[in-house]
């Protein structure tokens, strides 16, 4: 069984401890922890899972490496019921007391400053990489949607199996009668002049 996680964390501190090994986190933390993310959720969704490995930069920095599971209901696009997604981030990142600090970490990793106290917030940590990692256009795979919007996508389709004759409706052209227009304006004399 998973352990539930702290809400904030010394990095500075778990990097000391990384000496000895002991420097990781491995459990859940609740959804609710998640404002944001929370939000944007079509039903309550159960715990992310969570494991998170400290270390120190060759600066001397405190950083981590980790990743984030959830299983989250989004809202399908197509057919506006919930819809199930997986969610898997891998995400490294190192923290910083001050802006100055922040400018000279390096650029292929994630800045997350840390508050007067020297302390993180698990959910500062982690809601912008799950937020990132959700699709901006959730949806049911093919033929998963259910209920009365799908049914009518699934009418509006255009079936392979029709022969082109029942497929091709007559078309109404919107600018057909512009060319005979034109060419009657080119017919009249110009009394402008």
């Given at each position: 069984m998973a352990?539930?996680?702290?809400?904030?964390?010394?990095?500075?501190?778990?990097?000391?401890?990384?000496?000895?090994?002991?420097?990781?986190?491995?459990?859940?933390?609740?959804?609710?922890?998640?404002?944001?993310?929370?939000?944007?959720?079509?039903?309550?969704?159960?715990?992310?899972?969570?494991?998170?490995?400290?270390?120190?930069?060759?600066?001397?920095?405190?950083a981590a490496q980790g990743s984030l599971k959830a299983n989250l209901p989004l809202t399908c696009q197509r057919c506006l019921q919930t819809c199930w997604t997986d969610i898997e981030v891998s995400f490294n990142c190192c923290f910083a007391s001050s802006e100055a600090v922040a400018e000279r970490m390096p650029e292929d990793l994630d800045v997350l400053m840390m508050d007067e106290k020297g302390k993180v917030s698990l959910s500062d940590l982690f809601e912008d990489e799950l937020l990132l990692a959700c699709p901006i256009f959730p949806k049911h795979e093919e033929g998963g949607c259910a209920g009365e919007i799908a049914t009518r996508l699934g009418e509006l389709t255009v079936s392979e199996e029709e022969s082109p004759e029942e497929s091709e409706a007559p078309t109404r052209k919107a600018f057909a009668g512009l060319g005979q227009l034109l060419d009657q304006n080119?017919?009249?004399?110009?009394?402008?002049?």
């Open positions: 352990k539930q996680l702290p809400t904030q964390f010394d990095p500075v501190a778990l990097c000391r401890r990384t000496e000895g090994g002991a420097a990781a986190f491995e459990g859940e933390i609740e959804i609710d922890h998640f404002q944001r993310l929370a939000a944007a959720l079509s039903e309550s969704a159960g715990p992310v899972s969570v494991q998170l490995r400290f270390k120190r930069l060759e600066s001397g920095r405190p080119k017919q009249k004399p110009d009394d402008s002049h």
